[in-house]
């Protein structure tokens, strides 16, 4: 019997964020001294690392990379069998990747967390008409998307306070007693931000704390 050498196990990749092409030299620099797996596409390159890190680690990295260069963060966890599964997600996405770091290069993402120190007190039932009806709707709607009715008041008023410098909000499902509103904003625009919620935080009903700026984790839809 002949025994062959066994062939090497494909390695896995984790992504951290994808980048332009063209940034990747800066993008080197924010990396700092982690080996990094370069993955390139069509104008495009996924940036990696072998082993995976831990989540806060991949989310420090990401904003750092963001504080260099245009940058769209993978979601966090995420893992390639090969390097071949990791070229088939950066040529199927080109185009989108493109999109969106054209959206992280003009853009931030800010968050808003709400928290009630106590039990969260349920909205009143007995609205009537149409303005019930709309209510009521806005509830199921908040409720569909992980919100808990306590929230919903203070979330709409973060979001009608900032509109004039927001350019999307996304509303983000926590834990009971917990919700986010994440925010993409211009950058540049950081201290009106900071003055708008500061304007308006201490007539909420709940614990409020406003953190940023960050990579367009929220507004990724492909990444």
Request: aromatic share 6%.
């Amino acid at each position: 019997m002949i025994l062959e050498p066994k062939p090497p196990a494909a390695r896995a990749l984790a992504p951290v964020a994808v980048v332009r092409s063209g940034d990747l030299e800066r993008a080197g620099q924010a990396w700092g001294r982690r080996t990094m797996s370069v993955v390139p596409g069509p104008g495009v390159a996924l940036l990696a690392t072998d082993p995976p890190l831990a989540p806060q680690s991949a989310f420090d990295l990401a904003d750092r990379l963001a504080s260099h260069v245009p940058t769209v963060p993978v979601q966090a966890g995420a893992l390639f069998d090969d390097a071949d599964a990791a070229r088939r997600f950066v040529r199927a996405g080109a185009t989108r990747f493109d999109e969106l770091l054209e959206v992280a290069q003009h853009h931030e993402e800010w968050s808003i967390r709400l928290r009630y120190a106590g039990h969260p007190a349920e909205p009143s039932g007995d609205e009537t008409g149409d303005a019930g009806y709309l209510g009521r709707r806005r509830r199921e709607n908040a409720q569909r998307d992980g919100i808990p009715p306590w929230a919903l008041a203070d979330l709409e008023r973060c979001s009608a306070a900032l509109g004039p410098i927001v350019e999307q909000t996304r509303w983000l499902a926590g834990t009971e007693g917990d919700a986010s509103l994440a925010l993409l904003v211009a950058r540049g625009t950081d201290d009106r931000v900071e003055r708008t919620f500061r304007s308006f935080a201490s007539g909420l009903a709940s614990m409020s704390v406003l953190s940023g700026p960050y990579p367009i984790y929220s507004f990724c839809t492909l990444a």
